[in-house]
């Protein structure tokens, strides 16, 4: 997980940023495993499915299709940089953006 003061007081913020992460592809393993290991936890906290990224889903009513969704604005930023010879952002960056623009009030 992360040590960042982004997340001080607001344990649900990287919770999101995760979920965004595992909807493109770009989780990382060792994320993933403390997750899985988590996923009792959050469901009882949370409700949803047997698996964290439900319960995190479900922590903050997100339609069924989120995860495409997701991935279609991740493929969109991707375009839109080769597009225009630019970077793109970053997995972490991308879900940052994508948490603090659409999930968090």
Request: charged share 25%; glycine share 6%; proline share 7%.
């Amino acid at each position: 997980m992360s040590d960042n003061v982004r997340y001080d007081g607001k344990p649900l913020l990287r919770l999101l940023e995760l979920y965004v992460l595992k909807a493109i592809d770009e989780l990382p393993l060792s994320d993933q495993d403390t997750l899985n290991r988590m996923a009792p936890k959050l469901q009882a906290a949370f409700g949803g499915g047997g698996t964290w990224h439900q319960a995190v889903a479900a922590s903050v009513r997100m339609p069924a299709d989120m995860p495409q969704l997701i991935r279609g604005m991740w493929e969109k930023n991707l375009e839109i940089a080769r597009a225009n010879n630019v970077p793109a952002l970053t997995p972490q960056k991308f879900a940052e953006l994508f948490v603090d623009e659409n999930l968090v009030t």
